[in-house]
């Protein structure tokens, strides 16, 4: 969100309500009539009308905003009430920069306002989109394969890793985890939270190309074996039975056998699938290892993992802020590296 204010000015607030929620998205949003005082609103970073501008009242009030001195290089949307070519010119003439007929769904605005204040937006979050996509196609193509064969193609997620990389370098992880989450197909959205998280935490501690490449790498295969857990398990409501959660927990070592059949695998890969739920004192699965016997990259996996279960909305619970999962991250003394939660810790809100 950005810092400043979206002014919205209305004649009627009761019909702008819902678009004013929206735009809360962009910034905070102060809803305004006609009799404005924009000298106070040097802050705003953009305005945008939602009136019929062919009333007197909302000519003198534009003429108004245009007098001050920021207004210029302010973003001004205006939601049209008429849509003649002579609506239209009379709103560029009051300094319009787009105009949205008023039809227009209140998320379209946001998208459309957010365009306009930052015009490399647009671009970035196409990338960022297309990157998702084909990274969830073949996620979801290589899960189908791990439950029917038991072999995965492990070349077609190599193809993903380095513009997924660039994707989060130049989109930043924000833009990454919004894009993922706003596509609701479990399947993959974990992984690829888990591999957004884990790129960002291998860029923040300076890990050279290949080692953050190979992290990803096994950050987005690493609940492969998930693929052969009962469908009605992976989608229960509420807490597992004890047996359950005995079959749920062989997803470790089912995706260590899954990668080891298929070619292409790598030992850290290995490790890292078959032991991410590992924990230092022992009392993880499946092998129940423990101190120096979890490497590192394992051990940056695991946080990442952690850190994006309890963030994510799951059938059986809400999600829970980034703030909150940090507080149950830090506690869990004795199980997860303390230092690698602390440099977890800044790298996530490096990029918030
Ligand atoms: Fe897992
Ligand atoms: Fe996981």
Redesign the pocket.
């Known amino acids: 969100m950005l810092t400043g204010v979206v002014v919205l000015v209305s004649d009627q607030p009761a019909r702008s309500a819902p678009l004013a929620d929206a735009l809360q998205g962009v910034a905070m949003c102060e809803l305004v009539g006609f009799e404005v005082d924009w000298s106070t609103y040097a802050n705003a970073v953009a305005v945008v009308t939602d009136v019929d501008l062919a009333r007197p009242a909302a000519m003198q009030c534009l003429l108004g905003l245009r007098r001050q001195p920021w207004a210029e290089a302010r973003p001004l949307l205006c939601i049209t009430h008429r849509t003649s070519d002579k609506a239209l010119r009379q709103a560029q003439v009051l300094g319009a920069s787009a105009c949205l007929p008023y039809y227009t769904e209140p998320h379209v605005v946001v998208t459309a306002l957010l365009n306009l204040i930052n015009p490399n937006e647009g671009a970035l979050n196409a990338t960022v989109r297309q990157c998702a996509e084909r990274a969830g196609a073949v996620l979801t193509t290589l899960f189908s394969a791990a439950g029917t064969s038991g072999r995965v193609d492990l070349q077609a997620i190599d193809n993903c890793v380095d513009p997924m990389l660039l994707a989060l370098s130049d989109g930043g992880l924000a833009r990454w985890l919004n894009t993922i989450r706003a596509h609701d197909n479990a399947t993959y959205q974990?992984?690829l939270v888990?591999a957004g998280l884990a790129a960002q935490f291998a860029t923040h501690i300076g890990f050279p190309e290949a080692q953050r490449q190979r992290l990803v790498r096994a950050a987005l295969v690493?609940?492969v074996g998930k693929a052969r857990i009962p469908r009605a398990l992976l989608l229960k409501r509420g807490s597992l039975e004890p047996e359950e959660a005995v079959i749920m927990r062989t997803h470790a070592v089912l995706g260590y056998e899954i990668l080891k059949a298929s070619s292409g695998s790598d030992p850290a890969m290995l490790d890292a699938v078959r032991h991410?739920h590992e924990m230092i004192d022992g009392s993880g699965y499946p092998d129940g290892i423990s101190g120096d016997a979890i490497s590192d990259v394992v051990r940056f996996l695991t946080i990442c993992?952690i850190y994006?279960?309890l963030t994510e909305r799951r059938s059986y619970k809400p999600a829970l802020s980034p703030t909150e999962a940090m507080v149950i991250l830090q506690g869990m003394q004795g199980k997860i590296e303390p230092r690698f939660v602390q440099a977890f810790g800044k790298a996530v809100a490096q990029a918030a």
Do not use: E, L, M, P
């Open positions: 974990h992984s888990v690493h609940d991410h993992d994006a279960a």
